[in-house]
């Protein structure tokens, strides 16, 4: 089945401590993004992304980072420097141009500060 | 920055009545999307408008688009229980970041 798939639906984090965040996509989609997600919120943009090897910020990376190496892998690391990670986590991908296709989301991960 | 304002922020009706739903957004738009959330889940894809398009229908959804006055709405008709979910706008903003809006939250009583 085509999707994209997020991994862990849980996770925790002790303070100080970096985590990973998976997200990999069989869709062969060009653009992929990580949202963050608090109570009651929409979504902010954390990093898109629509090429391999190239990223960009998006309006609140601080804390964050990502990489892609491979088309169908977008992970998203928490670091330390971000002061209040608890929050639900979102992955997306879709086609180029950004805007013009629908996005299809992961099913998210709820990450905790312990 | 978020670029659609949802409007209202939530909305309880009851089954079987209409639920309109609006977005209004800043700067000029090519696309607008609606995406649906169901409570703890990832989003889906309800329905794309173009910018030369002023209403799209898609079973019980209905969304128009006004670009002069920068918004957007979604209607559902004759509610379920199950259309019970947090609804968002979408677009792309300069800098090619797709953004979304602060979401209407839908309660449909049974």
């Known amino acids: 089945d085509g999707g994209i798939t997020q991994s862990p639906k849980y996770l925790f984090r002790k303070e100080g401590q970096n985590v990973t965040l998976s997200c990999e996509q069989n869709?062969?989609?060009?653009?992929m993004y990580w949202y963050r997600q608090d109570p009651g919120q929409g979504l902010r943009l954390i990093y898109y992304?629509?090429?391999?090897?190239?990223?960009q910020k998006g309006d609140i990376a601080e804390g964050y980072s990502v990489s892609r190496e491979k088309k169908e892998s977008f992970p998203l690391t928490v670091t330390s420097a971000q002061k209040n990670p608890t929050a639900f986590y979102l992955c997306?991908?879709?086609?180029?141009?950004?805007?013009?296709?629908?996005?299809?989301f992961g099913q998210g991960t709820r990450l905790t500060v312990v | 920055s978020q670029q659609g304002e949802e409007d209202p922020q939530a909305l309880s009706i009851q089954e079987g009545e209409n639920a309109t739903m609006n977005c209004s957004y800043k700067?000029?738009?090519?696309?607008l999307q609606w995406y649906r959330q169901n409570s703890g889940r990832g989003l889906v894809h309800l329905i794309l408008?173009?910018?030369?398009?002023r209403e799209k229908h898609s079973g019980r959804l209905r969304v128009t688009l006004d670009t002069s006055k920068k918004s957007s709405s979604l209607l559902i008709t004759a509610s379920r229980a199950a259309d019970t979910a947090s609804y968002f706008c979408?677009?792309?903003?300069?800098?090619?970041?797709?953004?979304f809006g602060a979401g209407t939250i839908l309660r449909v009583k049974s």
């Open positions: 992304s629509q090429i391999v090897n190239d990223f």
């Open positions: 700067t000029s738009i090519n696309n």
């Open positions: 997306a991908s879709s086609g180029l141009p950004i805007g013009h296709t629908e996005a299809f």
């Open positions: 869709l062969n989609h060009d653009a």
């Open positions: 408008i173009r910018s030369n398009e």
């Open positions: 979408a677009q792309m903003e300069y800098g090619n970041k797709l953004v």
